[in-house]
C-alpha cells in the first residue's frame, strides 16, 4: 500500500514531469507568472487542468486480489473537488471488494481497458451503489402549484435549466393487475424546466395540488464515463418469498451524461439468486445516453409474488426511472433468445426514449414513456418490445423475435394513447418457434380500475413488414393483427366499469408473410368490427 507522503510524492513527480510545476505558492512564480501547481493536500487546491488522477496515486494496486473500492472512492474525491479528469491503467484489474463504499463521479472517467472485478458472493450492504455518476450542483428551491396535462410553460424562473420531478401523493396510478399486483403509485411526472420557465417533457396528468417539488439544475457540460470492462461475480441470496433487489451497479443521476464503450459480464449463477436493479441504473435525472455498451443478460429466478403464486424475479443489466430524453446507441448483448435469460431493461415513468442500431433480448417500459418511443435499426430478441405510455410509437428498420410485435403490457391496462407506426420491419413471431401470430397483443376486459383510463393505439399505420410465419400449426389460417382483449370472455360492454377504449384505424400497407397467407384483424368481433381497415395499395 503507498503511504499518503509518497502518493503525494508521486503526484508532484508527475507534475514535474508534465512540465506544469512551477514554485512553491509562498510568492514564487514560473516562467510564464502564473500561479503554480501546487502537491495535492500540502499547499492548497490550485491544479492544471490538464492533470489526471489515477486511481494508484491513491493506494489502488489493479491486480484483481486487492481491495481497492477505498483507494478509488478517494480518488474521485480528489477528482471532484479540482475538477480533473480520471483515468485507469489500462492493464489493471480493480476489485471492488465487498465494503459498502460508493464512489462518487463528478467529472469524466476513462476506465478505458482496465478490468473490475465485483465479488456478489458475500458483501455489506448489497443495495448500495459501487460508483454514482452525480451532479456537484446543489437542488434549488421553486414552488409548483398547480399543473395541467401537457402545460407548456410556467410562471417559474429557476437560475438553471432544472431537471424538475412533481407528485401528489393523494392520487394513485398503475395500480398493477395480476400476480404481482399492488395499491399503484402516487402520481407523478418528470420534466425539464428552462430558466424562461419552457417545460420539456409532456405532462402527463393533472395537478390540483402539487405535494412535493424536486429542482435539480442541470449542468451544462456533458459528462462522458468511457470504457471498463465489469465481471460481476453474482449474488447467491436465497429468499423464497417477494423480491430483494441488488444494486453492486453504477448509478447514473447527473443530467447530460454519456456512458461509452461499458462491458459488463455476469459469471457464477447458480440455482439460487436474487434479481438486481440494473448494472447500469438510470434515474431522476434528464438527457442521458449510453452508447457502445455491452450487457449480460442475468438467469431468471423465481419467487412468491403478491398473489400468493409462484412468479419470475426480473433482473436487469439496463434500468431508467423517471428520465427525460434517455437514449440508447449501438448497445448490444449476446443471446437474445435464450429463454432461460431474462430480458435485459426495464424502465419507468420517462419521457421521451430513442434506441438505435442496438441488439436486446427485450425493450420495456412498465410504468410509461410519454412523448415519443422509437426503435430504429435494433434488433430485439424473444422478449420483444413492451409498451405502456401515450404519444407515438414509432419502430422501423428492424427486426423482432417476440411472440407480438408490440405487446401492451397487460398488468398496466395494455394502454398506448396515441398513434403506432411500423415501417421497414421483419418480424419472426415466436423467435421462429411454432406460434400462431397476433401482431399486436392487448389485454384488457374492463373490470379493473389501473388508476386511469385505458386505450389501444388509436391511430396504426404498417408501411413495410416481412412476417416470417412459416414455423405454424397445421390448421394455422394466417396472422391476427389484433389478440382478443378479452382472451375469449364474453363480458357485456354494459357490464364494464373500466372500458378499454378500440383502435379506430388500422392503415397497411407493403405486407408480406412468409405462410403466403392473408392477415385478419381480430379474433375479437368487437374489435373486428370497430377497427377502419385501410389497405393502401
Given at each position: 500500500m503507498i503511504s499518503k507522503r509518497n502518493m503525494l510524492l508521486h503526484l508532484w513527480i508527475m507534475a514535474i514531469s508534465a512540465s506544469v510545476f512551477s514554485a512553491a505558492a509562498e510568492g514564487f512564480k514560473g516562467h510564464s507568472g502564473s500561479v503554480p501547481l501546487l502537491m495535492p493536500g500540502l499547499a492548497g487546491n490550485v491544479t492544471s487542468q490538464d492533470e489526471v488522477v489515477t486511481y494508484e496515486a491513491f493506494g489502488a494496486v489493479g491486480d484483481g486480489v486487492h481491495d481497492?473500492?477505498?483507494?478509488?472512492?478517494?480518488?474521485?474525491?480528489?477528482?471532484?473537488?479540482?475538477?480533473?479528469?480520471?483515468?485507469?491503467?489500462?492493464?489493471?484489474?480493480?476489485?471492488?471488494?465487498?465494503?459498502?463504499?460508493?464512489?462518487?463521479?463528478?467529472?469524466?472517467?476513462?476506465?478505458?481497458?482496465?478490468?473490475?472485478?465485483?465479488?456478489?458472493?458475500?458483501?455489506e450492504n448489497h443495495r448500495k451503489s459501487l460508483f454514482e455518476v452525480r451532479s456537484l450542483l446543489g437542488r434549488e428551491e421553486i414552488k409548483i402549484a398547480r399543473l395541467t396535462r401537457d402545460q407548456k410553460q410556467l410562471d417559474v424562473r429557476p437560475r438553471h435549466d432544472c431537471y424538475v420531478q412533481v407528485t401528489n401523493n393523494k392520487i394513485k396510478r398503475y395500480i398493477r393487475r395480476g400476480l404481482n399486483a399492488n395499491s399503484g403509485t402516487s402520481q407523478r411526472d418528470c420534466f425539464i424546466l428552462r430558466r424562461d420557465g419552457r417545460i420539456e417533457g409532456d405532462i402527463d396528468w393533472d395537478y390540483d395540488t402539487v405535494d412535493r417539488v424536486e429542482a435539480y439544475p442541470m449542468d451544462e457540460k456533458r459528462l462522458v464515463l468511457r470504457g471498463g470492462i465489469f465481471t460481476t461475480i453474482a449474488n447467491r441470496m436465497k429468499q423464497e418469498v417477494g423480491y430483494n433487489y441488488w444494486a453492486r451497479n453504477i448509478?447514473?443521476?447527473?443530467?447530460?451524461?454519456?456512458?461509452?464503450?461499458?462491458?459488463?459480464?455476469?459469471?457464477?449463477?447458480?440455482?439460487?439468486?436474487?434479481?438486481?436493479?440494473?448494472?447500469?441504473?438510470?434515474?431522476?435525472?434528464?438527457?442521458?445516453?449510453?452508447?457502445?455498451?455491452?450487457?449480460?443478460?442475468?438467469?431468471?429466478?423465481?419467487?412468491?409474488?403478491?398473489?400468493?403464486?409462484?412468479?419470475?424475479?426480473g433482473s436487469y443489466d439496463y434500468s431508467a426511472n423517471s428520465v427525460v430524453n434517455f437514449t440508447m446507441i449501438g448497445c448490444r448483448m449476446e443471446n437474445i433468445n435464450d429463454r432461460t435469460l431474462w430480458?435485459?431493461?426495464?424502465?419507468?415513468?420517462?419521457?421521451?426514449?430513442?434506441?438505435?442500431?442496438?441488439?436486446?433480448?427485450?425493450?420495456?417500459?412498465?410504468?410509461?414513456?410519454?412523448?415519443?418511443?422509437?426503435?430504429?435499426?435494433?434488433?430485439?430478441?424473444?422478449?420483444?418490445?413492451?409498451?405502456?405510455?401515450?404519444?407515438?410509437?414509432?419502430?422501423?428498420?428492424?427486426?423482432?423475435?417476440g411472440s407480438s410485435l408490440i405487446n401492451f403490457r397487460s398488468d398496466y391496462g395494455s394502454t398506448w394513447e396515441g398513434d403506432v407506426v411500423i415501417r421497414n420491419c421483419r418480424w419472426i413471431p415466436n423467435a421462429g418457434h411454432s406460434s400462431r401470430p397476433q401482431m399486436i397483443h392487448t389485454s384488457n376486459d374492463g373490470m379493473h380500475d389501473f388508476g386511469y383510463p385505458c386505450f389501444m393505439p388509436r391511430d396504426i399505420t404498417i408501411d413495410g413488414l416481412f412476417v416470417d410465419d412459416s414455423n405454424h400449426p397445421k390448421d394455422y389460417q394466417g396472422l391476427y393483427f389484433f389478440s382478443d382483449p378479452d382472451g375469449g370472455k364474453e363480458i357485456k360492454q354494459a357490464e364494464r366499469p373500466f372500458p378499454y377504449q378500440p383502435c379506430r384505424t388500422l392503415r397497411v400497407g407493403r405486407l408480406t408473410t412468409a405462410s403466403g397467407k392473408p392477415p385478419r384483424i381480430s379474433p375479437s368481433a368487437d374489435i373486428d368490427k370497430s377497427v377502419h381497415f385501410i389497405e393502401v395499395k
Open positions: 481497492d473500492l477505498p483507494a478509488i472512492c478517494k480518488a474521485h474525491e480528489h477528482a471532484n473537488a479540482r475538477g480533473l479528469r480520471v483515468k485507469t491503467r489500462p492493464d489493471a484489474t480493480y476489485h471492488l471488494g465487498r465494503k459498502a463504499l460508493t464512489a462518487i463521479i463528478a467529472t469524466d472517467t476513462d476506465w478505458g481497458t482496465s478490468r473490475f472485478t465485483i465479488d456478489d458472493t458475500q458483501v448509478r447514473v443521476s447527473r443530467s447530460n451524461t454519456e456512458v461509452d464503450g461499458l462491458t459488463h459480464y455476469v459469471v457464477g449463477e447458480t440455482e439460487v439468486g436474487h434479481p438486481y436493479s440494473g448494472f447500469i441504473s438510470v434515474g431522476s435525472c434528464a438527457n442521458i445516453t449510453l452508447r457502445n455498451c455491452f450487457a449480460t443478460a442475468h438467469k431468471t429466478y423465481k419467487t412468491i409474488g403478491a398473489a400468493g403464486k409462484p412468479v419470475s424475479m430480458g435485459v431493461i426495464g424502465t419507468n415513468f420517462c419521457k421521451n426514449i430513442v434506441l438505435e442500431d442496438c441488439t436486446l433480448s427485450r425493450m420495456d417500459t412498465h410504468m410509461g414513456v410519454s412523448g415519443k418511443y422509437v426503435i430504429r435499426r435494433c434488433t430485439l430478441g424473444y422478449m420483444g418490445l413492451n409498451a405502456i405510455g401515450r404519444g407515438v410509437l414509432t419502430v422501423e428498420d428492424s427486426t423482432l423475435y
